[in-house]
Nanobody
Framework: QVQLVESGGGLVQAGGSLRLSCAAS????????MGWFRQAPGKEREFAAA????????YYADSVKGRFIISRDNAKNTVYLQMNSLKPEDTAVYYC?????????????????WGQGTQVTVSS
């Protein structure tokens, strides 16, 4: 079973940048669609970005489009989320997730494996 470990979260001022990483165990990383979700205090977990198995396609929520970039390195079993022009409303716990049977999805229930999350706090 694949395991996911996120890193790279922290405190940043509005307008700043952070790069999240998600390292996956296992030898079949390239066969998983990967996504990033986030959950702000008191709110439901929501889709942020996803990337197809081969990295040929990427998908973004409207709230992050143009500011966030998802990428993956299948040789390193790692998916990244570059977050630029951060806003206070981006404050949340960010989770990476693996979709074992679909190429990509923005739906939580189509992801089979989740990381533990990493906190991102954007101050105004």
């Amino acid at each position: 079973q694949v395991q996911l470990v996120e890193s790279g979260g922290g405190l940043v001022q509005a307008g700043g940048s952070l790069r999240l990483s998600c390292a996956a165990s296992g030898r079949t990383f390239s066969s998983y669609g990967m996504g990033w979700f986030r959950q702000a205090p008191g709110k439901e977990r929501e889709f942020a970005a996803a990337i197809s198995r081969s990295a040929s396609s990427t998908y973004y929520a409207d709230s992050v489009k143009g500011r966030f970039i998802i990428s993956r390195d299948n040789a390193k079993n790692t998916v990244y989320l570059q977050m630029n022009s951060l806003k206070p409303e981006d404050t949340a716990v960010y989770y990476c997730a693996a979709a074992l049977s679909t190429g990509w999805s923005k739906l939580l229930y189509e992801y089979d494996v989740w990381g533990q999350g990493t906190q991102v706090t954007v101050s105004s």
